[in-house]
């Protein structure tokens, strides 16, 4: 069948547990620790040790939340100890073994007008404050920015609407290579929470969030925000955040997407207002250096080496490392008709994706430069040994 | 439902016999109500 | 084997024919609910394709000023360059404006697409109103020839008070062939 | 006559020649199987369908726990994992749950109203035997080219339209056919019930897990053809160039969600109502005291299932919903909880001052009612659109469904088996064993699923093949439970095979001396052909579980 891994279950050492189920006696101690321990004492100390609730977040509205969720908790705890409370009375003192005698009552209007009105009332109550928050969520006060945020598969697509910034966010390589790989993953502190570029946002500013999609359903999350929206393609759907403290804030698409849904996180970089126009100014510097770029006449070897870095980066998902691709899913690279045909085609499609596919248009995404190597990569690799060599200036023209 | 006092005088046979034309009349009109929100799904969104 | 002759009573018949038919005028008169439903939650309504007709009557409201932001996308395989010639712009409710997209068909072939509105938040689709649009019709795009598409419209004043931000993005999906595509995946 | 077929219209014409003649029993060999009209054959049949299919799809989920054991890829490419989600999900909910239940029905309800078989006996041989050939072809497109579909069990578009690989109008014509089998069933129920019952049993004679399966079976009506036009439309989208769910051409992926969750939300219901009725057979019987609240349980049960209409939007309050529609969702669901509460409330009342004991199905019972509480609660949680924000899609919900499903709509089966079983096999299964089955599943099912609420609230999506590594401890607990949970399964096998060919043979009619109802009052074993003469009304009466004294 498809898609059985060869590597070798349990490879390596990598979480404290595996240590756990190798010595018992330390596995003891982790029962109490994380059953017994988390049953005992107050909640929110060992909440926020092991993380096992919300956290409180960065902006009033993850707090809002945070606070909801607690009241809800709260009420379910209560009602959870009445309700069992009297069923483990009567479990342990209505038993035929202690000589109980079943009574033969079996209806009481009284009673069940009882219990339908008050969790009413319960419920009633809960839904003031939910109620508050939900508005709060959609509070349409004037936005001191707009970042348009656009899923890929998969990828997201930020756009500062008013500094004319778009960047791409990958997964990092370095989570990549640590997929396969045990010793590189302890290595990271954010394995698979790491991306190649983060979005960088002022803090104390109010800013507003236009989420679509390029292709399926995406969902933008990240949970100190307290901001999860869907990216449906075709429509905008807006939120919005005003960050309180600086901070790196993570975390990832939460709507299946499809192959590589748990691969496609998202890090939030919150700096103070000064910083970030630092930031903005090195960003708008890099692009005029990138459009520079494009005049450049490269050799074959310098598009080879590159091409494979952005293949690898960018293409390797969905065609394969060795450009195999998903056979039914995904189309190979090797002997491909595209890749080893026609060369204004391949560029065509790579300019400009394909409709009705996953292939992407890839013009808006890379430079001149990346999308020459690129594809000069992919028409001498895996054995498609065309000898094409594709200039920046050849895309460039091309657009 | 066939009620006490008319399943008096039905024998065995008769009395399922009944019961069995009720069932499909009841059959088929639950079988339309289905086919009507099928096609009242697709109609819809048309 | 002796197969008794079943007679069906014309009550049997009646109630047979009425049923379908009842069933169906009940599923069609949902339709009218199913809109009132939507309506008052706001459910659909976040794309509107159709073109403003009548007086304008909405007051202008000069004591409010709304940002509009312009946005556009195009889908993969559909290659047009497209943009709002202004990404933003300060409008008070009830007058009437007008912005320009503009689109440059960077193939080599004829291209034929369709755009189509989103706004946010949601809500502000209802009082968005365009008395023209190129999303009113599917657009033909020569190769490599710019085009200028003009959008008028106004915003009604009824918009809810507390919205002072919209935005307007227009998606160029490319309309589909009239000749099978290829199996979708591949 | 009597060698050829079971029907009860031959029956009926064999009646009008010879009184005596028509005690025959089943056929022999498989043919037997394949003809069989008869409700208990089909509802022996239907149970062990639905048990392969728990199997398959428990095999299915062992392999999403072996994946998520560690961080990391280690046994699957992801492609595959998403693959295994979706038929994990699709198996247990259409192959295992459903037709579980529905075997449930045709073995007891023709028993618990005093009726002679089904109302349609040959539709209800059609309803069993299109589903292996459905669940076969569902299986099948894992073989295919591209792999089977791995869009999740909610197959939203576009990702299960444009973005779907082909084998997707494989996988549409399954749940086509699977649909228009639980349509069918439904059919047959509710004909049965309304028309079959004996004379003089009026409609709140009936026991409760008759209303809850005549209530379920209006819902199925409702939703299952409006799953049938989604999935029409899906295959009208890939192949004929229509764009219902495709804003190229004026559609809206997002209604898509709208039509799949006006079927979806009843479906949940469709799983779990009947799994209440079962609850309140049982709980009286080993509470030795009538059931508290018969008429208010029908009432809960019947606007449980008209509410369940109106709330399906609460799975979609992060696809960009105005603020009224969120508004409106959310005080439709939590009001729910209401009726739901009436129920749990009633079997709390129903125990107070009972005179207890714990047999089995008494022990899967009281299960029931605390973990599907639990489920509950969760529940009530996730209806909180705000709140929603941070639980949608992580694995609070993944625990809070199989809270719902697995010790809910799952365990009442186990409950109903061990209930029933004696009666229609005539053996009684190892009791001692069945206990320590029943510690070993409760117990592993709690490692396997709780955990998982504190990893949705620590961030983990749903969904996903690997994750970072803060999930991992509390993967591997929840993976280790998952382990230990699936093998007591191989227990169960044993146990029901051990009591099919081995077990003591019970003898009594009342195989559970304090249970009530028209089903005790036949042998045991259940014969082949019951009710030939209906049962009178003072029978009905003294068997009712609700009115009288126990």
Redesign the interface.
């Known amino acids: 069948m498809l898609g059985i891994r060869i590597s070798p279950f349990l490879s390596a050492k990598n979480t404290s547990l595996f240590n756990i189920v190798n010595s018992i006696n330390n596995k003891y101690l982790n029962i109490i620790k994380y059953f017994l321990i988390p049953l005992l004492l107050s909640p929110q100390f060992l909440f926020a040790e092991y993380a096992i609730n919300l956290p409180k977040g960065v902006t009033s509205v993850s707090r809002n939340i945070y606070g909801l969720h607690m009241t809800i908790f709260w009420v379910c705890v209560a009602i959870a100890i009445l309700v069992f409370g009297v069923m483990i009375w009567s479990m342990i003192f209505h038993r035929k073994s202690r000589g109980a005698v079943a009574s033969n009552f079996h209806e009481s209007t009284a009673v069940e007008l009882v219990w339908t009105l008050v969790p009413l009332a319960i419920l009633i109550a809960i839904a003031f404050p939910a109620t508050r928050v939900l508005i709060d969520l959609e509070n349409t006060e004037k936005a001191d920015m707009t970042v348009k945020i656009t899923g890929y598969q998969w990828k997201w697509q930020y756009d500062y609407m008013d500094e004319g910034i778009s960047f791409f966010s990958n997964l990092a390589q370095s989570s990549k290579d640590a997929i396969d790989n045990a010793d590189n993953r302890n290595k990271l502190d954010h394995y698979l929470k790491e991306v190649d570029k983060r979005l960088v946002l002022p803090v104390g500013k109010r800013i507003r969030f236009l989420m679509t999609s390029n292709d399926v359903i995406h969902s933008w999350w990240v949970r100190d925000l307290g901001v999860k929206q869907d990216a449906n393609p075709g429509f905008i759907n807006d939120a919005w955040a005003k960050i309180d403290k600086p901070g790196v804030y993570r975390g990832q698409c939460a709507e299946l997407c499809g192959k590589d849904h748990g691969f496609m996180p998202i890090v939030v970089e919150a700096l103070p207002e000064a910083d970030y126009q630092t930031w903005v100014g090195k960003q708008k510097a890099a692009q005029k250096a990138r459009e520079a770029a494009s005049g450049k006449q490269w050799s074959k070897q310098d598009l080879m080496a590159q091409g494979q870095k952005i293949y690898s980066s960018t293409c390797a998902s969905c065609h394969g490392v060795t450009g195999q691709g998903i056979p039914g899913v995904f189309p190979a690279m090797v002997g491909s008709k595209i890749a080893t045909g026609d060369l204004k085609k391949h560029i065509n499609i790579v300019l400009n994706g394909k409709s009705g596919t996953a292939m992407q248009a890839f013009g808006k995404q890379l430079g001149d430069a990346d999308l020459a190597a690129v594809i000069t990569y992919e028409r001498n690799a895996f054995g498609n040994n065309t000898g094409d060599v594709v200039q920046p200036s050849t895309i460039k023209s091309a657009r | 439902?066939?009620?006490?006092e008319?399943?008096?005088f039905l024998s065995?046979?008769e009395?399922?016999?009944r019961?069995?034309k009720?069932?499909?009349?009841?059959?088929?009109?639950?079988?339309?109500?289905?086919?009507?929100?099928?096609?009242?799904?697709?109609?819809?969104?048309m | 084997m002796k197969k008794e002759p079943q007679t069906i009573s014309k009550r049997f018949w009646i109630k047979l024919g009425l049923a379908p038919f009842a069933m169906f005028a009940f599923a069609f008169a949902l339709v009218p609910l199913y809109d009132t439903f939507c309506d008052i939650t706001g459910l659909n309504g976040r794309t509107s394709n159709t073109m403003f007709k009548g007086k304008n009557t909405s007051d202008v409201d000069l004591n409010r000023k709304i940002t509009i932001e312009f946005m556009s996308s195009t889908t993969p395989g559909f290659p047009l360059e497209f943009r709002p010639t202004v990404t933003k712009m300060e409008i008070i409710p009830g007058k009437l404006y007008t912005i320009t997209y503009i689109a440059e068909n960077r193939s080599d072939r004829t291209i034929i697409g369709q755009a189509v509105p989103s706004f946010a938040p949601g809500l502000a689709a209802k009082h968005f109103k365009k008395l023209q649009c190129f999303c009113f019709s599917n657009q033909t795009f020569e190769p490599k020839k710019p085009k200028e598409m003009p959008v008028r419209f106004f915003v009604d004043s009824k918009l809810d008070k507390d919205i002072v931000d919209i935005t307007l993005s227009y998606n160029f999906f490319k309309v589909k062939d009239a000749k099978p595509g290829p199996v979708a995946g591949l | 006559m009597s060698t050829t077929t079971t029907d009860l219209q031959d029956e009926i014409d064999a009646l009008g020649k010879s009184h005596d003649n028509h005690h025959h029993g089943p056929e022999k060999g498989v043919m037997r199987w394949i003809k069989t009209t008869n409700h208990k054959d089909i509802g022996t049949l239907y149970l062990w369908f639905a048990f392969i299919m728990l199997l398959t799809g428990g095999a299915m989920a062992m392999v999403i726990r072996a994946e998520l054991f560690q961080p990391g890829l280690q046994l699957v490419e992801p492609q595959f994992f998403n693959q295994m989600t979706t038929l994990h999900g699709l198996i247990m909910v259409f192959g295992a749950i459903m037709p579980a239940f529905v075997g449930l029905a045709n073995w007891q309800i023709p028993l618990m109203i005093g009726a002679k078989d089904m109302a349609l006996p040959r539709m209800n041989n059609w309803s069993f035997w299109i589903l292996p050939f459905a669940g076969a072809m569902l299986l099948s497109t894992l073989f295919m080219k591209g792999g089977g579909p791995a869009f999740g069990w909610t197959f939203y578009a576009p990702l299960s339209t444009t973005f779907a690989p082909d084998s997707t109008d494989f996988f549409i014509f399954a749940i086509h056919m699977l649909g228009f089998s639980s349509i069918m069933g439904a059919i047959n129920v509710i004909a049965t019930i309304l028309n079959m019952r004996a004379p003089g049993m009026k409609l709140m004679d009936m026991p409760l897990f008759v209303w809850t399966w005549l209530i379920t079976a209006f819902l199925l009506i409702a939703a299952m053809p409006v799953l049938a036009g989604a999935v029409t439309m899906m295959l009208t989208d890939r192949n004929f160039g229509t764009s219902f769910f495709d804003a190229a051409g004026g559609g809206d992926p997002v209604m898509f969600q709208h039509i799949f969750w006006f079927f979806g939300h009843p479906e949940v219901y469709i799983m779990i109502l009947p799994a209440f009725g079962v609850v309140s057979q049982i709980i009286p019987t080993f509470a030795r005291k009538p059931l508290f609240g018969y008429s208010s349980m029908v009432y809960a049960t019947a606007s449980i299932a008209l509410l369940s209409f109106v709330v399906w939007a609460h799975h979609m309050f992060l696809t960009g919903m105005p603020v009224a529609g969120q508004m409106y969702f959310m005080y439709a669901t939590i009001m729910i909880s209401v009726p739901t509460g009436v129920k749990v409330f009633n079997w709390v009342t129903t125990m107070w001052r009972g005179s207890l004991s714990f047999e089995t199905p008494m022990l899967w019972a009281v299960a029931f009612v605390i973990l599907f509480t639990i489920g509950g609660f969760s529940g009530l949680m996730l209806g909180i659109a705000p709140a929603d924000i941070q639980y949608h899609d992580t694995y609070f919900v993944v625990a809070h469904f199989h809270y719902v499903l697995v010790t809910g709509a799952l365990f009442s089966i186990i409950a109903a088996v061990f209930y029933w079983l004696p009666k229609w096999c005539g053996r009684m299964y190892n009791q001692k064993l069945a206990k320590i089955h029943f510690w070993w599943a409760v117990i592993s099912v709690n490692i396997l699923f709780f955990p998982q609420h504190f990893l949705g609230l620590a961030g983990m999506p749903r969904r996903i093949p690997d994750y970072s590594l803060q999930f991992a401890d509390f993967n591997m607990i929840s993976s280790i439970g998952g382990f230990v949970f699936g093998a007591s399964f191989l227990l169960l096998t044993y146990i029901i095979v051990d009591c099919i060919r081995n077990g003591e043979r019970v003898k009594e009619p009342r195989v559970w001396p304090s249970a009530k109802g028209l089903e005790w009052t036949i042998p045991t074993p259940a014969p082949y052909h019951t009710f030939d003469k209906p049962p009178g009304k003072e029978l009905i009466l003294a068997e009712s579980s609700h009115t009288g004294a126990h």
Do not use: D, P
Request: charged fraction near 20%; aromatic fraction near 14%.
């Open positions: 439902m066939i009620s006490k008319e399943a008096r065995e046979e009395l399922l016999k019961q069995r009720g069932a499909t009349l009841t059959a088929t009109i639950v079988a339309m109500i289905a086919f009507g929100i099928f096609f009242f799904t697709l109609y819809s969104n």
